[in-house]
């Protein structure tokens, strides 16, 4: 069963930008989905559509079968949102914070303790659940809003940037309770600017820019089209001048450290021949960027944004 | 969990949302309840004892307890108004309005758990108020139905004019621009302190276009028994005007201005 479905979506804004050209997407229940993109390139508005936020244009969306047009309320019921910005109540109490969005969703009073209580815990609120909004670190916060979109154990979770400004600790726990959500059967959507994220949870894979969808697939066949990687190689002895490797780009960053690309026709055991023939040892390497980012700054860099 | 039906997942929402605004009139009750009990004090103080014993009476009942629905009323307009928009409008700025937004909430639900806040917050200030003004003048009710329906459907049509208000807005301007430069007159020249049927007659038909003078003239008439109006045109007006300002809170959500992009 399809999760989520959009059908020729656009939207345009008053202002006469147009954010949403024609988009088509599919993501499959119990799919682990990465929308990425620039900023501006629309995957907020796209959010916005479906979590009706935003207004569409034209188009049809349907959430586990449940259009936006005629069937709002179940579609909504089907979602948990977490927003790109802070949106708390920075007035309220954790515990309230929760419980009230429960109820907005339908759920009794003692159905939203309980639940409130399993979400707290999971994400590692529980001990602040009488602390104000306003008192919570900026991790806290992105968690409280995950916990409050859980309340009500949406089969849709779409999370827009929810690492953003996290560190890296927590951002890996983060991760950990978003694999384990997603194994117990809830589809996840997530936009990230860190594509190492998306790159490590996502199964499968939508880039989104200029409002249209550039490039839709598994995860594993997206990195497969990466045409060259850019390696970073440490090395022991110090050069003066960029070495020569025939069939390769070479950079020298500095004296102990040079870029070479490797194209998906050659291999890096030709690079460490080449360099040892010249006396030079390699030590440690690394890639420059990550392969999801490579492909993405590759795929999104053609034209200047007018988005 | 069982999944609940379309109605109670509205009424259990409606009823979230209800406890949540009366909650928040109550926390903060030194902002919402005592400054309009203050307020009174000092109009009863100036205009009951120490200017009302130069007046004397006006129709036929002594000046302080004349003014006293009107102050009631006058008091009940502002803060149930400003209970909605304040909530409302704070919670838009700070976006947890999305809170509902993004969750399978009616419309009017959205509408009536706010101005039930408003109601509630009114009510509790008339309480407050005529309380204040027995220390100043005797009160009693004459008609107890209309006293309390008048009471209510006015703070209900305040309530959704500040809920209007706040849906418009766009920055703290737009909310505070209609309390201070369309309420306040309208009030004031609402009869709250005086009678229409002393002003020249151009004046007292003017008059007659102000709804504020419709509302504290019903309450009058339900305390005091005295009316510049007659009770059934009145009602009509009030009822008319909760009917309108609703209807308008439904089309304005539905197309989700000021709200949606």
């Known amino acids: 069963m399809l999760a989520l479905a959009v059908r020729n979506l656009v939207k345009t804004y008053p202002n006469g930008v147009q954010a949403l050209r024609g988009i088509d997407l599919e993501v499959e229940e119990g799919d682990f989905f990465a929308l990425l993109g620039p900023n501006g390139a629309g995957k907020t508005t796209l959010i916005g559509i479906v979590t009706s936020l935003v207004n569409k244009t034209s188009g049809d969306v349907t959430v586990f079968g449940h259009s936006l047009d005629t069937q709002l309320a179940l579609a909504k019921q089907s979602i948990g949102v977490v927003p790109q910005e802070i949106n708390i109540n920075y007035w309220d109490s954790v515990w309230n914070i929760v419980t009230t969005q429960a109820g907005f969703y339908g759920l009794t009073p003692g159905q939203a303790k309980a639940r409130a209580e399993v979400c707290l815990r999971q994400l590692q609120l529980w001990d602040k659940r009488k602390d104000n909004g306003r008192s919570l670190s900026g991790g806290m916060k992105r968690r409280l809003m995950i916990a409050r979109a859980l309340m009500h154990e949406p089969r849709l979770l779409i999370l827009d940037e929810p690492t953003a400004g996290v560190d890296i600790e927590i951002r890996r726990s983060m991760w950990d309770f978003l694999r384990e959500i997603n194994e117990a059967g809830t589809t996840i959507i997530l936009t990230t600017h860190y594509l190492e994220e998306a790159e490590t949870l996502c199964r499968n894979v939508a880039i989104i820019d200029h409002g249209r969808i550039i490039e839709r697939d598994r995860m594993d066949n997206v990195l497969r089209k990466l045409q060259a990687e850019t390696f970073v190689l440490n090395l022991r002895e110090p050069v003066a001048a960029t070495p020569a490797l025939d069939g390769y780009a070479v950079a020298l960053v500095n004296p102990h450290e040079i870029e070479v690309e490797v194209t998906k026709d050659r291999d890096l055991n030709d690079v460490f021949s080449a360099l040892t023939a010249r006396g030079l040892h390699v030590i440690s390497m690394r890639n420059k960027a990550n392969r999801l980012e490579e492909l993405f700054v590759r795929l999104t860099a053609r034209e200047p944004k007018d988005v | ?261």
């Open chain 2, 1 to 261: 969990m069982s999944a609940p039906t379309p109605v109670q997942v509205q009424l259990v929402a409606l009823y979230t949302l209800v406890r949540k605004e009366t909650t928040r009139v109550f926390r903060i009750w030194v902002q919402t309840l005592v400054p309009p009990a203050m307020t009174t004090a000092l109009y009863f103080l100036i205009f009951g004892n120490l200017i009302g014993k130069r007046i004397g009476q006006m129709d036929g009942v002594d000046y302080a307890q004349y003014i006293a629905p009107g102050l009631i009323m006058m008091q009940v307009i502002t803060t149930s108004y400003g209970n909605v928009v304040s909530s409302f409008f704070s919670a838009k700025m700070q976006r947890h309005l999305e809170e509902m937004l993004v969750a399978p909430m009616s419309n009017w639900a959205i509408i009536l758990g706010h101005t039930f806040g408003g109601v509630v917050r009114g009510l509790a200030v008339a309480g407050m108020v005529t309380a204040v003004a027995l220390f100043f003048t005797h009160l009693h009710v004459t008609h107890v139905f209309i006293t309390l329906s008048v009471v209510v459907l006015t703070a209900f049509v305040f309530s959704l004019g500040g809920l209007i208000n706040a849906i418009l807005a766009k920055n703290f301007d737009d909310v505070s621009v209609v309390p201070s430069f369309v309420l306040a007159p309208l009030s004031y020249l609402g009869g709250v302190f005086y009678s229409v049927s002393l002003l020249p007659g151009w004046a007292e038909t003017l008059s007659k276009a102000n709804p504020i003078l419709y509302m504290v003239n019903a309450f009058r008439y339900g305390m005091l028994g005295v009316s510049d109006i007659d009770i059934v045109v009145a009602y009509a007006i009030i009822i008319g005007f909760a009917a309108v300002l609703f209807a308008a809170c439904v089309v304005l959500l539905g197309r989700g201005t000021g709200l949606r992009t």
